[in-house]
């Protein structure tokens, strides 16, 4: 019986597994609309109780889907505290604990409900692949995160050089700085500050052009590993096919 159940939880090779998943990325969906329907002003009594009884319903299944994946997990306690058994947790505890603890300050810990979305990782292999291609690249991300965060501090540092003395309550400081880095290093540029001096205006084109760079890097890398973890998804469609045909 574990072992069935463990086949229709995780694997999407039989019918029943592919209806289970599908029902479950639709629930999660559904869950996510009924949210933002909960937020919309003048509801009746009667929709806010439909959506209060939908809430139920989906709690309730998400409940029984966590307890019967730790019935099933070889190891539970791996599963538990795993990135998808996290997930999982969250799915269903602001219902929980709304439901037991009538505080105000608990309300807080209902738009934790958006974390189902997550969920629709483990069910979709499109998405699957972008935690593959995330593992392959997690390195060069933080190499990345790291290179970009001395390039904001460099780029603070330089107009705040170049446009303190003109503009001492816009680039205050280094820190205050920080901002215009921000939305001039991602080419965003809104336009609530902006440099004035001409030494400022040449710095910003060579940030500019830096930027264009910081923008550019993750989304090839993105890329890459994306292809690399299809042609291993493939690689191993095929030899579990192979496998099934020798049997």
């Known amino acids: 019986m574990r ?22 990325q639709t629930l ?19 929709v806010q109780d439909g959506l209060y009884v939908f809430e139920i319903f989906t709690v309730s299944v998400f409940t029984v889907e966590y307890l019967l994946r730790i019935y099933v997990a070889p190891k539970p306690l791996r599963y538990i505290f795993s990135f998808y058994g996290i997930i999982d947790l969250l799915a269903i505890l602001p ?22 979305a997550l969920k629709m990782i483990r069910y979709n292999r499109a998405l699957e692949r972008f935690t593959i291609a995330a593992r392959m690249v997690r390195e060069e991300i933080v190499l990345f995160f790291i290179i970009t965060f001395i390039v904001l501090y460099l780029t603070s540092a330089g107009i705040y050089y170049f446009e303190h003395a003109a503009q001492p309550e816009a680039f205050a400081s280094i820190f205050h700085s920080f901002w215009w880095s921000i939305v001039t290093l991602t080419t965003v540029g809104y336009g609530d500050v902006y440099p004035v001096t001409v030494g400022g205006k040449i710095f910003t084109f060579f940030v500019l052009i830096i930027g264009v760079g910081i923008v550019t890097v993750p989304a090839g890398l993105v890329a890459s590993s994306l292809s690399k973890a299809r042609e291993i998804e493939t690689e191993a469609s095929e030899k579990k096919k192979a496998q099934g045909e020798s049997e």
């Open 3 to 24: 072992k069935k159940l463990w086949h229709i939880l995780e694997s999407q090779d039989s019918r029943t597994g592919l209806y289970f998943h599908y029902f479950i």
């Open 28 to 46: 999660i969906l559904l869950s996510l609309i009924a949210y933002a329907i909960e937020t919309l002003p003048g509801l009746s009594p009667a």
């Open 95 to 116: 219902f929980y604990l709304n439901s037991a603890l009538d505080w105000r300050a608990l309300r807080s810990f209902r738009i934790l409900r958006l974390v189902r």
